[in-house]
């Protein structure tokens, strides 16, 4: 285990890129302890954010897909119905990550949603993320991520991007576009790929930039 300090300023890191985004319609905090080599926990709210797909998918919103690099949206929506922030420390028990999920729709936005569908509750989102939480901990142990943390739940991600193979805009984090083009995937550690308009392909981080569709701003 490395020192506070150098714990401290690893989280410090990552923060920046799963940081506060400000306050949703409403929030369940979860506190996670995933058997993984410390630098795959930077995939954590990635593989949580499956498991609130789950949730969703499991109570009839069967559109339901992922927003690269860790929200989750209703396909009717357009935007976020979740958000997903982690931040990391360790104590007594060890290494962990306090995992912060944010319903983010707001009065209204549920009418988009189909009619035998409904927003999973507290439990029920909870359930579906340690059940991929454990999923991924057990690929982990079992050598099928070994190339990167992003490894093993890497296809399942991919098909449910809902902008994959679509038009987008790759903006700097304070909302200045830095390209456009088509997103192609990404890599076995989280970073995207985007075809731009020469045919050039750039490959970024979420900390580096963020996607966004052309028809939002």
């Given at each position: 285990m490395p020192p506070r300090t150098a714990w401290g300023?690893?989280?410090?890191?990552?923060?920046?890129?799963?940081?506060?985004?400000?306050?949703g319609v409403g929030e369940l905090?979860?506190?996670?302890?995933?058997?993984?080599?410390?630098?795959?926990?930077v995939a954590l709210p990635a593989v949580a954010s499956l498991g609130v797909m789950d949730a969703l998918v499991d109570a009839g919103n069967s559109?339901?897909?992922?927003?690269?690099?860790?929200?989750?949206?209703?396909?009717?929506a357009g935007r976020p119905a979740f958000e997903l922030d982690g931040r990391g420390g360790y104590d007594d028990g060890g290494v962990f990550v306090r995992?912060?999920?944010?319903?983010?729709?707001?009065?209204g936005d549920d009418a988009a949603m189909p009619d035998d569908a409904a927003m999973p509750d507290d439990a029920a989102i909870e359930r579906a993320v340690r059940e991929r939480v454990s999923t991924w901990e057990g690929d982990v142990a079992a050598g099928r991520s070994a190339g990167g943390p992003w490894a093993a739940f890497l296809p399942d991600y991919f098909d449910h991007e809902l902008r994959m193979g679509r038009e987008v805009e790759v903006t700097y984090p304070n909302g200045r576009v830095m390209a456009r083009?088509?997103?192609?995937?990404f890599d076995i550690?989280?970073?995207?790929?985007?075809v731009d308009e020469s045919g050039h392909e750039l490959?970024?981080?979420?900390e580096q930039a963020l996607l966004r569709s052309p028809d939002r701003e």
């Open positions: 300023m690893w989280w410090a890191s990552w923060a920046s890129l799963t940081g506060s985004r400000g306050a905090e979860l506190t996670l302890r995933p058997r993984v080599p410390m630098g795959y926990l559109e339901a897909g992922l927003l690269w690099p860790r929200d989750v949206a209703l396909v009717p995992l912060a999920i944010r319903r983010t729709l707001g009065d083009g088509r997103l192609a995937g550690w989280g970073r995207a790929t985007v490959e970024f981080s979420a």
